[in-house]
């Protein structure tokens, strides 16, 4: 009982929390407008996909039909038999292919040439690195003539050479690793110098595992810009078994009609891969892009 009584005692009673405080934890009107309109905002961009994914199980006149039939009430998978009666799963192979290739290929000289400029000192590295920032302005389509010319020499038209290879030097991912890279202390490369690391090594060992993130967000930008690219690869194959998928479900369509839930179930399937690769590299994509806007 004592021990019981010198327990109360010595308990002090938690202060009530005041109203001043109640209103500093609760939410306030701005914030819940805020909140409202993030929602709706993030509905407003599902939406495509919402209507990409039920499109894809409606009939031709019911995918056409005013006013709109929001959800299909008699679901059908005729659109996915006609889709594979034509050669999805090559386009589909022939999209990954010059997509993961791609992403290899630029994360991998980006970084090196990211390194180089932000830590590595030579005349000309500022001139190099303008030129690099320069080249993000030029539109795709101003270097497109010179592009197929030069594949044409090469006789590189209608391959993966020719889809993969004048891809993989994206001025944006040189941009990227760059900045990421001067984060980097130069202390630690130094370090590591002085007790016998290579100059591979060190990029191997010690830049690549600290370049993660940024190099996770650049492999989700890059494979999303190769898979959706269109105009680019239109103009570098020729024959129905190097088509890429979206330019495979292009042919689809007719000269008088467009099935259109053909075209959605296609569209569907086309969005997956992308899916995937944001659910894969999501952790290191939003670390990127946070360090990117700390240390920008």
């Known amino acids: 009982m004592m021990f019981s009584s010198n327990v109360k005692t010595n308990q002090r009673p938690r202060p009530l929390a ?27 961009f599902l939406f495509p996909f919402y209507w990409i994914v039920t499109g894809a199980f409606k009939v031709q006149n019911v995918a056409v ?41 630029v994360c991998l000289t980006a970084s090196m ?75 630690l490369m130094e370090a590591a110098k002085m007790d016998g690391c290579s100059e591979v090594r060190l990029f191997g060992t010690i830049i690549l595992p600290l370049l993660k993130p940024a190099l996770g967000a650049l492999a989700i930008f890059t494979f999303i ?13 020729r024959s129905t078994p190097m088509m890429t998928l979206p330019l495979g479900l292009a042919t689809l369509q007719g000269e008088y009609t467009t099935p259109y839930g053909v075209l959605m179930a296609g569209a569907a399937l086309a969005s997956l891969p992308m899916i995937l690769i944001f659910l894969l590299f999501q952790k290191a994509f939003t670390q990127g892009i946070t360090m990117g806007a700390v240390k920008g």
């Open 18 to 44: 005041s109203r001043a405080d109640l209103r500093k934890k609760a939410p306030g009107f701005s914030t819940i407008i805020a909140n409202l309109l993030l929602v709706l905002l993030g509905l407003l």
């Open 65 to 105: 039909a005013i006013p709109p039939q929001w959800f299909p009430t008699d679901p059908t998978l005729d659109n996915f038999r006609v889709l594979f009666k034509n050669p999805v799963w090559r386009w589909g192979f022939n999209s990954f292919f010059v997509a993961a290739s791609e992403m290899i290929g």
């Open 113 to 187: 040439a990211g390194y180089v400029l932000a830590k590595k000192f030579f005349p000309g590295r500022k001139f190099i690195f303008i030129l690099f920032v320069s080249a993000m302005a030029l539109p795709k389509q101003v270097i497109l003539v010179p592009l197929f010319t030069m594949l044409a020499d090469l006789n590189w038209i209608d391959t993966y050479k020719g889809l993969v290879l004048p891809a993989i030097g994206w001025p944006f991912g040189v941009f990227l690793m760059k900045q990421f890279a001067q984060t980097i202390p130069s202390e």
């Open 225 to 237: 810009n190769a898979w959706n690219d269109y105009f680019s690869q239109l103009i570098i194959t």
